[in-house]
């Protein structure tokens, strides 16, 4: 892997993971189309992963400052007889809603690890992932009044929004598409549901990180590409923060629809050059 690769898998990590075109789906149609296999950037997959989880922290970095505050006190508030006192606060809600979102996102990848790990060697199966973000950025675009806060979040909502974060693991399906697309669904106003989308990747991206990064590193690192990885890490933190900055002004302006065109015609001349081929 050169450096130029490393650093257009980083661009591509960075922006897709946050804007709603699918970073899954890109990496791998970047990946065969520069003929690398899947087991031999694994370990630098993990790590533009990390990178995309910096450029959270930093955005986001008085909320989670927040969150970790307010978990502290339901500890002593569980500690002293209180309870767990949920609407206690807005982050503390919001912290709940979390970890509830969180669990069937989980179960889906555990229970289909090896169902979505065969989608990443197809194609067509990416141009589908990619037809279905654009259908679902549409249809956000396209909702009515949302007008919820996070107080207002139930809890069957933030399963939902679990459930298609949980579907996103497909390549080709936008994370942040595909939470977003469930937080507006649940009446969430379109700040809400950007900081809940964005938010709620940070135990995904981790767990995906803690459970890859045995078998990514247990054969070690090519040294020799060990200087790519990294000029590719800081480039998917970067153009992480980049994205996140725009998605924000993007779902507040209502200007989803420019996504769904683009992953429509990325699938199409993909498709187009499978039957060709």
């Not at 279905?132 to 675009?141: K, P, S, V």
């Not at 933190?237 to 993007?250: C, E, H, N, T």
């Amino acid at each position: 892997m050169t450096y130029i690769q490393a650093i257009i898998l980083g661009l591509i990590q960075g922006l897709a993971e946050f804007l709603p075109i699918s970073s899954s789906g890109h990496l791998a149609l970047l990946q065969y189309f520069f003929g690398i296999s899947g087991e031999s950037v694994l370990p630098f997959t993990v790590l533009l992963h990390l990178g995309t989880l910096i450029s959270v922290f930093i955005i986001y970095w008085k909320d989670i400052v927040d969150l970790v505050k307010e978990l502290v006190a339901t500890i002593r508030d569980l500690c002293t007889g209180k309870g767990l006192r949920i609407n206690a606060n807005p982050t503390r809600r919001m912290g709940f809603m979390i970890i509830v979102a969180t669990i069937p996102t989980a179960l889906i990848g555990l229970l289909f690890e090896d169902f979505f790990e065969g989608l990443y060697s197809s194609l067509v199966g990416i141009c589908l992932g990619l037809i279905f973000t654009g259908a679902i950025l549409l249809l956000a675009e396209r909702m009515g009044k949302q007008d919820k806060d996070i107080m207002s979040l139930k809890f069957r909502h933030a399963v939902f929004v679990g459930i298609m974060q949980g579907i996103a693991i497909c390549p080709g399906v936008s994370r942040s598409g595909s939470t977003l697309f469930g937080s507006l669904m649940s009446g969430l106003d379109r700040a809400t549901a950007v900081k809940f989308a964005f938010l709620i990747s940070i135990p995904s991206i981790l767990g995906s990180v803690i459970l890859e990064a045995p078998d990514a590193f247990a054969q070690g690192m090519d040294p020799a590409i060990i200087g790519p990885v990294i000029a590719g890490v800081i480039v998917a933190a970067l153009s992480g923060i980049f994205a996140i900055k725009a998605m924000i002004r993007v779902v507040t302006g209502k200007r989803l629809v420019g996504f769904s065109i683009y992953v429509w015609l990325v699938a199409i001349a993909v498709l187009g050059y499978v039957l060709v081929g």
